[in-house]
């Protein structure tokens, strides 16, 4: 993965971490669930009843977190995603 032009020039080194809620029409919720979970950094741990995902997703930079975010929205069946948490951490403090 390529880091953005903002992380080269800051240096920084980090990672983002964020939850959606995606809602989805109820008669595409399994192709949408597939769909998004074969997306690279994107994981479907969990799902009711009323066709609702929690999306986890785990990407290097902003731009990355919004292009998944965007592809997201993008899927067929897909009514909504909702961010509900965004974290950033920088890697360099981790060590």
């Not at 919720?29 to 597939?34: I, P």
């Not at 950094?41 to 009323?50: L, Y």
């Given at each position: 993965m390529a880091l953005s032009r903002r992380a080269l020039l800051s240096g920084a080194n980090e990672t983002h971490f964020a939850s959606l809620?995606?809602?989805c029409r109820p008669e595409a919720?399994?192709?949408?669930?597939?769909a998004i979970s074969a997306m690279p950094?994107?994981?479907?741990?969990?799902?009711?009843?009323?066709a609702k995902l929690v999306v986890m997703l785990?990407?290097?930079?902003?731009s990355e977190l919004l292009g998944g975010i965007t592809a997201i929205?993008?899927?067929?069946?897909?009514?909504?995603?909702?961010l509900v948490f965004h974290q950033v951490e920088d890697l360099e403090d981790a060590s």
């Open positions: 809620v995606v809602h919720l399994a192709a949408a669930t597939e950094n994107i994981d479907v741990p969990a799902s009711d009843d009323n785990e990407m290097r930079d902003e929205e993008a899927v067929p069946g897909v009514v909504s995603a909702t």
